[in-house]
């Protein structure tokens, strides 16, 4: 299995850009953050389409909130992925690892020119991702209902080591019908762990339908408010909005955003169709879809 290894090049470009968007007015920060999360969009469709598979829906839907995390929120180094004391960021809903894989090898973690390589044999960009193959990988994810349970016990030993890092977890809508994930709500408000965000992508849509119509959700901030967290909900996709959830809790308890987002945000003809979870789209629909983005 060929290794991938940090791109000082990338890695200087994230710094710079991180540097402009920390310096930058509001106004500014937000226009900063759209067009790079508007290019995370295009480089992961092409890796989709080079993979001719993938789920590019639940990825367009979370590409706001990891471009807001990466660029303006995490304490991280993308030359040193294992450095002490980093913030972290698991992703549970393993699925969208290919948006995963863009956001990281725009920071530098790897080169944004293995993204072709994405679910090829013995690529180490498998279709969930692995932290034995892949810098900046936190956790090993793809079943359901695993991310929050590892967030909370790394948001535990950070507070068990007097660490003063954050942990922030990206689950699905959908995956919250996981039995796993109420236990560690649970757990986490118990052992008051403010320094663990949970964010909830709440595109209402899960693998073959709607949450609601599945298994319901609703209401689903009372039921985290219930389970002893701080909630915040906001529009996923509004940058002003992503950027006020993340800051730190102010209550002393764990924070869960719930981010209502959209599938297949910004390309017209995927929003919010179910069809979209892991559809492959067509040459002509590539080339569409590039035209809305790029
Ligand atoms: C335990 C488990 N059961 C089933 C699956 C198959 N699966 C992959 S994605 C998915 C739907 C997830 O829906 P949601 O969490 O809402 O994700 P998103 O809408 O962001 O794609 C399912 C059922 C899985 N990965 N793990
Ligand atoms: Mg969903």
């Keep these: 299995m060929q290794m991938l290894s940090v791109d000082e090049a990338q890695v200087a470009r994230w710094r710079g850009l991180r540097d402009e968007i920390s310096r930058a007015a509001a106004a500014e920060k937000v226009s900063l953050l759209a067009a790079e999360a508007t290019r995370h969009r295009a480089d992961n469709l092409r890796t989709i389409d080079a993979a001719q598979q993938g789920h590019i829906g639940g990825d367009m839907s979370i590409t706001d909130v990891l471009t807001t995390l990466y660029y303006a929120v995490l304490d991280i180094d993308p030359a040193d992925p294992d450095a002490d004391g980093r913030d972290r960021l ?8 290919a948006a995963l894989y863009t956001v990281l090898s725009s920071c530098g973690y790897f080169s944004p020119s293995e993204l072709p390589t994405f679910m090829a ?5 498998n279709g969930h991702p692995n932290r034995l193959k892949v810098p900046g990988v936190e956790a090993n994810t793809g079943p359901l209902g695993h991310g929050l349970p590892i967030a909370t016990g790394i948001a535990k030993a950070a507070k068990l080591r007097g660490a003063s890092n ?5 689950l699905g809508d959908g995956e919250l ?5 109420w236990e560690a709500f649970m757990a986490a408000s118990h052992f008051k762990l403010d320094n663990l965000v949970a964010v909830v992508d709440r595109n209402r849509l899960q693998q073959g339908a709607r949450t609601e119509d599945t298994n319901s959700l609703d209401p689903l901030p009372e039921r ?8 915040r909900e906001i529009d996923g996709h509004d940058f002003t ?5 993340f800051t730190p809790s102010t209550s002393g308890r764990p924070v869960a955003v719930v981010a209502h987002t959209i599938k297949g945000k910004g390309i017209s003809f995927m ?4 069809a979209w979870h892991h559809k492959v789209p067509s040459p002509e629909q590539v080339e569409a879809a590039l035209k809305e983005l790029v």
């Design 166 to 170: 954050r942990v922030f977890v990206l």
């Design 177 to 181: 019908q996981e039995g796993s994930n």
């Design 90 to 97: 698991v992703l549970s809903k393993g699925h969208c690892a």
């Design 121 to 125: 044999p013995l690529s180490p960009l």
């Design 271 to 274: 929003e919010d169709d179910v």
């Design 224 to 231: 985290l408010s219930a389970f002893g967290w701080e909630v």
């Design 241 to 245: 909005q992503l950027l006020a959830a």
